[in-house]
């Protein structure tokens, strides 16, 4: 299955060539506190863009930003255009409608309902005009990801952390998204289900999905990357392939541990 929406942008699409996705001069402030501080980038499509850093520099931010998550004295300013559409400030469900998902940091499962709850919520504002579609599209991540339609009717709460990583990437698809932005999909899993999870990124991103991921394994992250940015404090302070970066000594010595 490819994971490609075809409502309500395509005529976007006729009208705008890549980037899919531009940030231009973003700049946040919870409070007095700067987050970001002027952060452009760009997402083509069909790629997988990384943007690494230390905890704190604003990778989170960045996401939620782009997501429209709103927090509280939560301040922005500068753009985010979605196919040359400034969607900076729209609400979190109208942006899904336009074809952007967020697997957020920590996953955010909801633990009390059953696995496949959690899926179907995930296609929620496609209910009116796609129903006939989410149900192949269920037994689409059931055929992708087989643990889960194992426990499809066990509580969400029960699974393991990587099936819960899974769980949280297969409710993203669900809505069938343009672009899919991860953040940190490797937090607090073993060493194996990070190499497993990253096996998935590389097949979505084989299959056409493109892929925002911001990620503290950074070697890792790296290598899969077609480009990749540094952010410092709110800044990008690097850019490039994910090749030329893994071989750059600043990130070496800053992120890779040479």
């Known amino acids: 299955m490819t994971y490609t929406q075809e409502w309500p942008i395509e005529t976007m699409q006729e009208q705008y060539e890549p980037p899919l996705l531009e940030i231009v001069d973003l700049r946040v402030w919870y409070g007095a506190a700067t987050a970001l501080k002027g952060v452009d980038f760009i997402v083509e499509r069909g ?17 939620k930003t782009i997501s429209g998550v709103v927090e509280l004295r939560k301040t922005v300013e500068g753009q985010v255009l979605f196919y040359g559409t400034d969607i900076a400030g729209q609400q979190t469900h109208k942006i899904q409608q336009l074809g952007i998902s967020h697997v957020p940091e920590g996953r955010r499962i909801f633990p009390e309902s059953t696995v496949e709850e959690n899926l179907m919520l995930g296609a929620y504002t496609r209910f009116k005009r796609e129903r006939g579609a989410i149900a192949g599209d269920l037994d689409a991540i059931f055929d992708r990801f087989p643990v889960l339609g194992e426990r499809r009717k066990r509580p969400a709460g029960y699974l393991s952390g990587g099936e819960q990583q899974m769980l949280a990437i297969g409710r993203a698809l669900m809505s069938r998204p343009f672009l899919l932005l991860l953040d940190e999909p490797s937090l607090g899993l073993a060493p194996l289900i990070v190499a497993d999870v990253f096996e998935i990124i590389k097949e979505l991103a084989a299959g056409g ?3 925002l991921l911001v990620e503290q394994m950074a070697n890792m992250a790296l290598e899969i990357a077609d480009r990749a940015y540094v952010l410092e404090t709110g800044e990008i302070t690097l850019e490039g392939t994910g090749a030329q970066l893994l071989e750059d000594p600043r990130v070496k010595e800053a992120y890779l541990g040479a």
């Open 47 to 63: 790629e997988v863009v990384v943007i690494i850093g230390s905890n704190g520099a604003g990778q989170t931010t960045i996401m």
């Open 209 to 211: 999905t493109t892929i």
